[in-house]
């Protein structure tokens, strides 16, 4: 029988480290790919995710039973990827808006693992140089609507779930999410 995310979390919380196994082996991938896309380079984006987990564990007694458990978590790393965004800004004194895509060889195989590309050459080749445009379309919308677009595109989350991530109305979250559709479909038009 498969447990729900909350099921699981709860049992976390009562100490059974299978749950939590388990909870990781769901959720890795998928918010390692929500922080890359946030903070566009894959080390910072492995660091982020195992801390996410970590303060998971940290944290498990002040999870709400009536949270949804994915909300929590992405909330999580949401405010772990503020809080890197915010420091780097301040230590390198580098403008967010230069294209953070890296040409390192690492970072080009963590990405082609988040989406699967054809096995086609000419496929690959221009399914890669699409990623790597919007990446760096990515890192030119404002972060509230980044995290809008990312949550709702490659997460399929509910405006209701993002809205709670961001802690705001649910008409902010639409705003905001078609405010970065827009200025995306702007940049890749070019």
């Known amino acids: 029988m498969l447990c ?5 979390m709860l049992s976390c919380c009562d100490g ?5 196994e388990t909870l990781y082996r769901r959720y890795e991938k ?7 896309r946030m903070v566009s380079s894959s080390a910072d984006a492995e660091d982020l995710c195992q801390e996410t987990f970590f303060k998971v564990i940290r944290a498990k007694k ?5 949270a949804k458990f994915k909300t929590w978590l992405f909330n999580i790393a949401l405010n772990l990827c503020r809080d890197r965004i915010r420091r780097m800004k301040f230590r390198s004194h580098v403008s967010l808006n230069n294209p953070a895509f890296s040409q390192d060889s ?6 082609q693992t988040i989406c699967d590309t054809s096995s086609d050459p000419p496929e690959r080749a221009q399914a890669d140089e699409m990623k790597a445009l919007v990446q760096q379309a990515f890192t030119k919308l ?14 399929d989350l509910k ?10 109305p649910v008409g902010t979250a639409k705003s ?7 200025k995306l479909m702007k940049a890749l038009s070019k």
């Open 4 to 8: 729900s995310d909350e099921e699981l």
């Open 16 to 20: 059974d480290k299978a749950a939590f």
């Open 30 to 36: 998928p918010v390692f790919s929500f922080i890359y």
């Open 62 to 66: 002040k999870y709400r039973k009536t």
């Open 106 to 111: 690492e970072d080009i195989r963590k990405q």
């Open 142 to 155: 404002p972060e509230r609507e980044r995290t809008v677009v990312i949550l709702r595109q490659y997460h």
């Open 159 to 168: 405006f209701s779930e993002i809205a709670e991530i961001m802690n705001c």
């Open 176 to 182: 905001l999410d078609h405010r970065g559709r827009d």
